[in-house]
């Protein structure tokens, strides 16, 4: 997948505006300006020039003089960038990782073709359609280009199976494959319910309502809505999610820009979750849609945000496809929550100051100290109770939690990045698998009962020195509760699916307590302090 920005010479963006000019009505001496260059360019340049390249290279130039989110994607990439907001794709079903060149089944996606003939986590792809697959130095992008394929096409694979002691061959039939944006939901308590939400996709309010009633009907009355690390997605989907919250007639949202005009919406009908107290958790890394909801949820003194305040992207783009199959998202107005809060944080300080803003907030303590937390800036905004809230720079919460970095270590870093725990979870759930079902036989036994002992972590250790990371005794105790939890929390993937993980890494955080304290809100009356709605 490529977002291309990268600094490229004046002329390269002329000839670019060139070809753009010829599209649409503009200025007729700057076309002509630009035409005349581009048919100087095409006649006299020294050496011979890809057009096609220099296009693409001067289209983002010309972009990244605009915002940090008006992108360019090329016709080969779109189908790719586009597909997590679809909500599907067509292939095998399966989520893989690549490590010391051997290709693992992490998931068999729950209604897949892969998992429907039995292919399972922790399977090893020894070869596709004949050729060799293990050893053989496939990339991300080469499995992915042999498995993935139009609906009714078939794929043979051949597999490695703990227990088994000849390869197992299947011939899969590609089909549909949802991408689902729900990550997680279950009874966190006693009358509360948990959902996490990865993206807001196509297919997110469908998964939502399912998972919603389904939790309703297991008597939950209170719910904590996960929106951390959901970098956006859909508007539209943000403002559904947002009318199964509020009232008839409640402003959700409005978007005006310099050639559109100031647009309201409303919430429009009975919500599936007007009633019973809410909690959004949102962090760094919420953005967008994640901000239109929570800013939605806060303004209307609906719901508590607890957590970090947001990443700040209030940019609405449109997708404009361009003549040969590319095409460009263009930012085309802000959003604006219903206080009138613009959500979007500066960018006059260039695209590569924008991205790298998070770290400021690491080096200048906001993540790590709540005394550290500062508004973006000072114009006040008030809530429909007449609470205070501050505009620009994300949404910044009602009960800030900041992270405890104490328990980090570059050790801990290593058996991250090399795939270390997930592999060695995957090995322990094949030689344990009956043993574990039949000892816990659902989530919630398995988080209450299941620990992660000295001798796991030697093995883990030790299996982590074959592969290359160097032992490290202070690094390891250091980081053990963490390496402790990120362990049980992989295996109770392999051993049932993501929101198992997200059960066991919620239950006990030591690096984030944003869920414990959004438990604590609607146990403390924080929640009626605050003069949340009901």
């Known amino acids: 997948m490529m977002y291309l920005r990268k600094a490229l010479p004046?002329?390269?963006?002329?000839?670019?505006?060139?070809?753009?000019?010829?599209?649409?009505?503009?200025?007729?001496?700057?076309?002509?300006?630009?035409?005349?260059?581009?048919?100087?360019?095409?006649r006299m340049y020294v050496d011979d020039v890809d057009k096609k390249q220099l296009v693409d290279a001067a289209?983002?130039?010309?972009?990244?003089?605009?915002?940090?989110?008006?992108?360019y994607i090329p016709k080969e990439d779109l189908e790719e960038v586009n597909e997590p907001l679809k909500g599907n794709f067509e292939g095998v079903g399966i989520q893989?990782?690549?490590?010391?060149?051997?290709?693992?089944?992490?998931?068999?996606?729950?209604?897949?073709?892969?998992?429907?003939?039995?292919?399972?986590?922790?399977?090893?792809?020894l070869a596709i359609e004949g050729e060799n697959a293990a050893g053989a130095g496939f990339k991300n992008s080469d499995v992915m280009k042999r498995l993935r394929g139009k609906k009714g096409t078939k794929v043979q694979v051949s597999i490695s199976r703990k227990g088994e002691s000849a390869p197992l061959d299947f011939v899969i039939t590609r089909d549909k494959i949802p991408i689902y944006s729900v990550e997680a939901s279950y009874m966190a308590a006693p009358q509360v319910g948990y959902i996490k939400v990865s993206r807001f996709s196509a297919t997110t309010m469908k998964e939502f309502r399912e998972k919603l009633d389904e939790l309703k009907a297991m008597g939950m009355q209170d719910l904590i809505i996960d929106l951390q690390g959901n970098g956006g997605g859909y508007l539209r989907t943000a403002i559904e999610m947002s009318d199964e919250f509020l009232g008839e007639r409640k402003l959700i949202v409005y978007t005006e820009g310099r050639t559109t005009p100031r647009e309201d919406t409303f919430a429009t009908r009975e919500g599936r979750f007007e009633k019973g107290r809410l909690v959004v958790l949102v962090d760094e890394g919420s953005a967008s849609a994640s901000e239109i909801v929570s800013g939605a949820m806060q303004d209307w003194d609906r719901g508590l945000v607890?957590?970090?305040?947001?990443?700040?992207?209030?940019?609405?783009?449109?997708?404009?496809?361009?003549?040969?199959?590319?095409?460009?998202?263009?930012?085309?107005?802000?959003?604006?929550t219903p206080s009138g809060r613009s959500i979007q944080k500066s960018y006059e300080e260039g695209v590569d100051a924008y991205?790298?803003?998070?770290?400021?907030?690491?080096?200048n303590g906001e993540l790590t100290s709540e005394e550290s937390v500062h508004p973006a800036d000072t114009m006040k905004y008030y809530t429909m109770n007449k609470?205070?809230?501050?505009?620009?720079?994300?949404?910044?919460?009602?009960?800030?939690?900041?992270?405890?970095?104490?328990?980090?270590?570059?050790?801990?870093?290593?058996?991250?990045?090399?795939?270390?725990?997930?592999t060695f979870a995957l090995t322990y759930v094949d030689d344990h698998r009956s043993e574990l079902h039949q000892r816990y036989t659902n989530v919630g036994a398995y988080a209450n009962g299941f620990n992660v002992g000295e001798v796991m972590l030697d093995a883990l250790e030790a299996y982590a020195a074959k592969e290359g990371v160097t032992p490290d005794p202070e690094g390891l105790d250091r980081s053990r509760s963490l390496v402790a939890l990120r362990l049980k929390a992989l295996i109770?993937?392999?051993?049932?699916?993501?929101?198992?993980?997200?059960?066991?890494?919620?239950?006990d955080n030591p690096v984030d307590r944003s869920f414990q304290r959004a438990l604590e809100a609607l146990a403390d009356n924080s929640y009626q302090r605050l003069g949340m709605s009901r």
């Open 492 to 507: 109770a993937r392999d051993l049932w699916d993501t929101s198992a993980y997200w059960q066991v890494i919620n239950a």
């Open 96 to 125: 893989f990782n690549i490590i010391r060149d051997t290709i693992y089944v992490v998931d068999a996606i729950a209604g897949g073709p892969s998992e429907r003939l039995g292919i399972r986590a922790g399977d090893r792809i």
């Open 306 to 336: 607890v957590g970090r305040r947001s990443f700040g992207k209030g940019l609405v783009q449109r997708p404009v496809m361009l003549p040969d199959g590319s095409a460009v998202r263009l930012t085309v107005s802000r959003y604006y």
């Open 355 to 363: 991205r790298q803003e998070k770290g400021h907030r690491m080096a």
């Open 59 to 71: 289209i983002v130039r010309m972009l990244e003089e605009l915002d940090p989110h008006s992108i």
């Open 387 to 422: 609470r205070v809230v501050f505009g620009g720079g994300g949404i910044t919460p009602d009960v800030v939690v900041p992270i405890d970095t104490s328990l980090s270590s570059a050790y801990f870093g290593q058996l991250v990045r090399k795939g270390i725990l997930n």
């Open 10 to 42: 004046a002329a390269a963006l002329l000839f670019s505006l060139a070809v753009l000019g010829q599209q649409q009505s503009q200025d007729p001496s700057t076309v002509g300006k630009l035409e005349s260059l581009l048919y100087h360019i095409d």
